[in-house]
């Protein structure tokens, strides 16, 4: 009884924990989250605040927050108090002395860390230093000369040494900072509020004096300098601010001339010099730092809100947008899917670990790890779904979208195989599939904003709708097809579990051999019901049948997409087919998978060799969907990511070692030891699986 509760008691758990996400949260003293729900204009795209804070202390830190403490790694148990991403950056913009202590700059490199004399400076933790601003400002020339050196020297990127690329990394992170800095009010002003207010009553006079000057009427020159003096400063720091000022976060007065006519704070002060009344956003915000700076939240909230009710009246669709993304960024659906997929993995391992030792836990296992899966595959659809609605675009539009859609695809796969063949190997493989795709998606984030507008020949849902979609489910099936491939060598080396048969009877002489209880055929028996050939067949065949299957099923979905895509090439470039990497990557996975299936219809291969080549599918799958963009070249290469070259080849060594784990002889596998040496009879076959599975 109690292991039949097991199932629901982690559901209720976990269940419970998406519930405590996705309900509504509420504002300290400051409204900040109101704040963060603003828009802007970044990018060619509205989105709110809160995404230009994540995605710019992505870029600088690596990370979504900025913690207030550092503790030791292996306290992995103590969660420091943090600086969220919105609060950073309220900081960075109305607080900028305090900011600039904040320890958010990322330099890894020693070498670098030696040549700008920074070893007694910023904090370390594990073999990252950061550093704040204030410690970097007195080397901050240098580093620029520095990166203009590099830039000059006319290398690729792939070209570079690290330590000219952590330096060009680092100059980018400060520029962007210091673009922040200045992209709602001066750095020098303390009462912004008060300063906009002198500022309009001097712009009167000041342009009359000028107008004056210009028609050549008489004005002597100490009164034309009084005139212009109270003016003349902040034009100049507006100008500066015009130049370097980051989001655009000054909307048009009149949206129904033009919605995306958005400007940065420095342009829109400028403006206001030549027509002498400055934007309603603009006092807004001007209030909201004042309140800020001096600490006074009843203030703040109130210039939140009367900029929120003006936005309301003509820019509901940009508000709208603002709040349903900063929901988005705030549940972080994602990283929620990503645990429970882990914890499912354990259960799904601890399953298949058990079959034969204690078949009535295993059991419980098994369908506590489907459930814990189905329940990460709501969430991941969830978020799937609403970053659709939120970009307006299909699933897949660059390479984050692409990991986060294979994760998905690769889970659904799983659940199906688990439905039929209930021995918990597609528990494996969805779990474990989903987590992996969603630690390359979280990777591939931390270069900023994954929802960028499109480059003009992607801009099209109808082939981002098919030809995408269609190669990355190829890519999705032919990994899964690989994890099963890995699942039945490892499960061939180490455990009996491949010759074991599914059937309900047989499952109790299987117990019985192995000193097991009578419940050995609880999941088997299900499997039976609902697919009734699984009866005749043991685990290793099964197996076989499920890559087979699916390797089936990436074949016509990998063809489909790239014929799409040679005619979308067509309509694009005007030539369906020009060798481009990238389609010569997506044609080597048709041309592997196809492989697979002639050989294995040929007779070439049997059950080994079938998973042999499965498993080398993963290496052809990941060098389309990842080597050919670190080339740097080709139409194609719109997500160059160099560092996780060293990834890929890690990868792409533990699929060889697989591989060569695969060929070990027969003698040596523990499913087929007993069967391969066995003398063969009528009765037993026992020489079968061994020839079967060579």
């Given at each position: 009884?109690?292991?039949?509760?097991?199932?629901?008691?982690?559901?209720?758990?976990?269940?419970?924990?998406?519930?405590?996400?996705?309900?509504?949260?509420?504002?300290?003293?400051?409204?900040?989250?109101?704040?963060?729900?603003?828009?802007v204009l970044l990018n060619g795209r509205v989105q709110p605040f809160d995404s230009v804070a994540r995605n710019s202390l992505l870029?600088?830190?690596?990370?979504?927050?900025?913690?207030?403490?550092?503790?030791?790694?292996?306290?992995?148990?103590?969660?420091?108090?943090?600086?969220?991403?919105?609060?950073?950056?309220?900081?960075?913009?109305?607080?900028?002395?305090?900011?600039?202590?904040?320890?958010?700059?990322?330099?890894?490199?020693?070498?670098?860390?030696?040549?700008?004399?920074?070893?007694?400076?910023?904090?370390?933790?594990?073999?990252?230093?950061?550093?704040?601003?204030?410690?970097?400002?007195?080397?901050?020339?240098?580093?620029?000369?520095?990166?203009?050196?590099?830039?000059?020297?006319?290398?690729?990127?792939?070209?570079?040494?690290?330590?000219?690329?952590?330096?060009?990394?680092?100059?980018?992170?400060?520029?962007?900072?210091?673009?922040?800095?200045?992209?709602?009010?001066?750095?020098?002003?303390?009462?912004?509020?008060?300063?906009?207010?002198?500022?309009?009553?001097?712009?009167?006079?000041?342009?009359?004096?000028?107008?004056?000057?210009?028609?050549?009427?008489?004005?002597?020159?100490?009164?034309?300098?009084?005139?212009?003096?109270?003016?003349?400063?902040?034009?100049?720091?507006?100008?500066?601010?015009?130049?370097?000022?980051?989001?655009?976060?000054?909307?048009?007065?009149?949206?129904?001339?033009?919605?995306?006519?958005?400007?940065?704070?420095?342009?829109?002060?400028?403006?206001?010099?030549?027509?002498?009344?400055?934007?309603?956003?603009?006092?807004?915000?001007?209030?909201?730092?004042?309140?800020?700076?001096?600490?006074?939240?009843?203030?703040?909230?109130?210039?939140?809100?009367?900029?929120?009710?003006?936005?309301?009246?003509?820019?509901?669709?940009?508000?709208?947008?603002?709040?349903?993304?900063?929901?988005?960024?705030?549940?972080?659906?994602?990283?929620?899917?990503?645990?429970?997929?882990?914890?499912?993995?354990?259960?799904?391992?601890?399953?298949?670990?058990?079959?034969?030792?204690?078949?009535?836990?295993?059991?419980?296992?098994?369908?506590?790890?489907?459930?814990?899966?189905?329940?990460?595959?709501?969430?991941?659809?969830?978020?799937?779904?609403?970053?659709?609605?939120?970009?307006?675009?299909?699933?897949?539009?660059?390479?984050?979208?692409?990991?986060?859609?294979?994760?998905?695809?690769?889970?659904?796969?799983?659940?199906?195989?688990?439905?039929?063949?209930?021995?918990?190997?597609?528990?494996?493989?969805?779990?474990?599939?989903?987590?992996?795709?969603?630690?390359?998606?979280?990777?591939?984030?931390?270069?900023?904003?994954?929802?960028?507008?499109?480059?003009?020949?992607?801009?099209?849902?109808?082939?981002?709708?098919?030809?995408?979609?269609?190669?990355?489910?190829?890519?999705?099936?032919?990994?899964?097809?690989?994890?099963?491939?890995?699942?039945?060598?490892?499960?061939?080396?180490?455990?009996?579990?491949?010759?074991?048969?599914?059937?309900?009877?047989?499952?109790?002489?299987?117990?019985?051999?192995?000193?097991?209880?009578?419940?050995?055929?609880?999941?088997?028996?299900?499997?039976?019901?609902?697919?009734?050939?699984?009866?005749?067949?043991?685990?290793?065949?099964?197996?076989?049948?499920?890559?087979?299957?699916?390797?089936?099923?990436?074949?016509?979905?990998?063809?489909?997409?790239?014929?799409?895509?040679?005619?979308?090439?067509?309509?694009?470039?005007?030539?369906?087919?020009?060798?481009?990497?990238?389609?010569?990557?997506?044609?080597?996975?048709?041309?592997?998978?196809?492989?697979?299936?002639?050989?294995?219809?040929?007779?070439?291969?049997?059950?080994?060799?079938?998973?042999?080549?499965?498993?080398?599918?993963?290496?052809?799958?990941?060098?389309?969907?990842?080597?050919?963009?670190?080339?740097?070249?080709?139409?194609?290469?719109?997500?160059?990511?160099?560092?996780?070259?060293?990834?890929?080849?890690?990868?792409?060594?533990?699929?060889?070692?697989?591989?060569?784990?695969?060929?070990?002889?027969?003698?040596?596998?523990?499913?087929?030891?007993?069967?391969?040496?066995?003398?063969?009879?009528?009765?037993?076959?026992?020489?079968?699986?061994?020839?079967?599975?060579?």
């Amino acid at each position: 009884m109690k292991l039949k509760i097991l199932p629901w008691f982690f559901v209720a758990l976990f269940g419970a924990e998406i519930v405590a996400v996705v309900l509504p949260k509420k504002d300290g003293a400051f409204h900040v989250r109101e704040f963060a729900r603003l828009p802007v204009l970044l990018n060619g795209r509205v989105q709110p605040f809160d995404s230009v804070a994540r995605n710019s202390l992505l870029q600088i830190r690596n990370t979504g927050d900025v913690p207030l403490e550092i503790t030791p790694s292996w306290k992995f148990w103590h969660h420091p108090e943090k600086l969220k991403a919105t609060e950073w950056l309220l900081e960075v913009l109305m607080r900028p002395e305090q900011a600039d202590e904040r320890p958010v700059f990322l330099i890894h490199h020693p070498e670098l860390i030696g040549e700008l004399k920074l070893e007694d400076k910023g904090i370390k933790k594990s073999l990252l230093h950061y550093y704040s601003y204030t410690e970097l400002q007195g080397v901050r020339e240098v580093i620029h000369e520095q990166a203009v050196q590099i830039s000059k020297s006319g290398k690729e990127d792939q070209e570079r040494t690290p330590v000219q690329k952590q330096t060009l990394n680092l100059e980018n992170s400060l520029g962007l900072y210091e673009r922040l800095k200045n992209s709602l009010r001066p750095q020098t002003s303390d009462d912004f509020a008060r300063d906009l207010a002198d500022f309009q009553k001097a712009i009167g006079p000041a342009a009359a004096a000028v107008r004056a000057k210009q028609e050549g009427r008489a004005m002597d020159d100490e009164t034309f300098s009084r005139l212009i003096e109270p003016v003349r400063q902040p034009l100049s720091d507006f100008q500066m601010m015009a130049r370097v000022a980051y989001p655009l976060i000054v909307p048009p007065l009149d949206p129904a001339v033009s919605r995306d006519d958005w400007k940065n704070a420095g342009a829109s002060l400028l403006e206001s010099a030549q027509t002498g009344e400055l934007h309603p956003a603009m006092k807004s915000f001007a209030a909201m730092a004042t309140a800020y700076r001096h600490n006074q939240p009843g203030e703040f909230n109130r210039a939140v809100a009367e900029y929120k009710e003006w936005l309301g009246r003509k820019f509901q669709p940009e508000l709208r947008k603002g709040r349903w993304e900063f929901y988005y960024n705030d549940i972080k659906a994602f990283l929620h899917a990503m645990i429970i997929y882990l914890f499912a993995f354990v259960l799904a391992g601890a399953s298949l670990l058990t079959f034969a030792l204690a078949p009535n836990l295993s059991g419980s296992l098994r369908r506590s790890a489907f459930y814990l899966i189905a329940l990460a595959g709501v969430v991941h659809t969830f978020a799937l779904v609403f970053r659709m609605v939120l970009e307006g675009r299909p699933p897949v539009t660059n390479l984050y979208s692409s990991a986060i859609f294979i994760g998905w695809g690769a889970m659904v796969l799983g659940l199906v195989l688990e439905r039929i063949y209930r021995i918990g190997i597609g528990n494996a493989v969805a779990s474990l599939a989903g987590f992996v795709t969603l630690i390359i998606a979280h990777n591939l984030a931390l270069g900023g904003d994954t929802m960028e507008m499109l480059r003009a020949v992607l801009d099209t849902n109808f082939w981002l709708s098919t030809h995408v979609v269609a190669v990355t489910l190829g890519y999705a099936s032919t990994f899964v097809a690989g994890l099963l491939a890995i699942v039945f060598i490892f499960l061939g080396l180490f455990t009996p579990i491949l010759s074991q048969k599914l059937t309900r009877r047989s499952a109790a002489a299987i117990g019985a051999a192995a000193g097991l209880a009578g419940g050995a055929a609880v999941g088997i028996g299900a499997a039976v019901k609902l697919a009734p050939e699984v009866g005749r067949m043991e685990v290793g065949k099964a197996l076989s049948k499920m890559v087979y299957a699916i390797v089936c099923f990436a074949t016509l979905f990998s063809f489909t997409g790239t014929v799409l895509g040679g005619i979308w090439a067509d309509q694009s470039w005007g030539r369906f087919w020009g060798w481009d990497p990238k389609e010569n990557g997506a044609l080597l996975i048709v041309i592997w998978n196809a492989a697979i299936l002639h050989a294995r219809w040929g007779g070439l291969v049997k059950e080994r060799g079938l998973m042999n080549m499965a498993v080398f599918g993963n290496i052809v799958t990941s060098f389309s969907w990842f080597g050919v963009n670190m080339l740097g070249i080709g139409l194609h290469s719109y997500g160059f990511m160099d560092a996780a070259f060293k990834w890929l080849m890690a990868f792409v060594a533990s699929q060889l070692s697989i591989i060569a784990l695969g060929l070990l002889p027969l003698h040596l596998w523990v499913s087929f030891r007993t069967r391969a040496t066995a003398p063969k009879t009528a009765e037993s076959g026992a020489g079968k699986p061994a020839a079967a599975a060579t």
